[in-house]
């Protein structure tokens, strides 16, 4: 059983930071790449960033590119989405997925597992 568990969401102003992390682990389960995604109220989930297994690649979605930073700790087996200049339009549920691929991707097609998520609400 593979668990993926977010952590670090809450309530932020406009141009505040947040930090989120996520741990995923199970008994045969090595983390490979993680991405973060997320939905807003009425709309699709998007993609947010991704991180290749070793961390030496990853990918940012125009809408955050210069905000948030994806990186990852191995030995903490934690990945981590630095959110900082927040706009009100950040306000979603944020989810992080893992898979056993090595390679960074952008596509939620390409993560077998996934998160409850975690709801940041960026106020005014």
């Known amino acids: 059983q593979v668990q993926v568990v977010e952590s670090g969401g809450g309530l932020a102003q406009a141009g505040g930071s947040l930090r989120l992390s996520c741990a995923a682990s199970g008994s045969t389960f090595k983390p490979g790449r993680i991405g973060w995604f997320r939905q807003a109220p009425g709309k699709g989930r998007e993609f947010v960033a991704a991180i290749s297994s070793s961390g030496g690649s990853t990918m940012h979605a125009n809408s955050v590119k210069g905000r948030f930073t994806i990186s990852r700790d191995n030995a903490k087996n934690t990945v981590y989405l630095q959110m900082n200049s927040l706009k009100l339009e950040d306000t979603a549920v944020y989810y992080c997925?893992?898979?056993?691929?090595?390679?960074?991707?952008?596509?939620?097609?390409?993560?077998?597992?996934w998160g409850q998520g975690t709801q940041v609400t960026v106020s005014s």
């Open positions: 997925a893992a898979d056993p691929g090595l390679r960074v991707a952008q596509e939620s097609a390409n993560y077998n597992y």
